[in-house]
């Protein structure tokens, strides 16, 4: 059995997910894309998909995929706030009001379900392991008992 090589972002990322809250809200988030602001949570350490850059501003697929949902709701690019969304913070985020909604990466199971909705997943990462192509000596999971591995 021949073992896939993943891409970098594949990789580094378990599942991403939109988790969505309500999208109607008060005079705040009206989402009628003139002066109101929406405030979107993401990752900002994970680049290729939520990283705040230098020079403060944003990049990476979970940003791109969130200004896009932001656009379908009715907010201009300019009028996203962006708020830090660690792991261990997110439900608390979204009940708390602190954000409209998160995108970032995010397994979906049934615990989070209990918590908070989710509109996704929107991005899935098969993640795969890497081997050297001169090893033959990994073919299947079991292979890996005795080896030393790095994540």
Not at 57 to 68: K, P, Q, S
Request: glycine content about 10%.
């Amino acid at each position: 059995m021949k073992l896939r090589k993943a891409s970098a972002a594949a990789a580094a990322v378990v599942v991403l997910s939109l988790t969505a809250t309500a999208c109607g809200g008060d005079s705040a988030d009206s989402g009628n894309g003139g002066g109101d602001k929406i405030t979107i949570g993401i990752k900002f350490d994970q680049p290729g998909l939520g990283l705040k850059k230098p020079d403060g501003t944003f990049a990476g697929f979970d940003v791109d995929v969130a200004t896009y949902v932001a656009k379908e709701l009715g907010y201009d690019a300019k009028n996203i706030e962006w708020k830090e969304s660690p792991s261990a913070e997110r439900e608390n985020l979204i009940s708390n009001g602190d954000v409209t909604f998160v995108a970032a990466s995010y397994t979906i199971n049934d615990e989070r379900k209990k918590k908070v909705d989710f509109a996704g997943p929107y991005f899935l990462a098969h993640q795969d392991l890497l081997v050297r192509s001169d090893d033959s000596s990994i073919t299947k999971a079991a292979d890996l008992n005795s080896k030393k591995l790095c994540s």
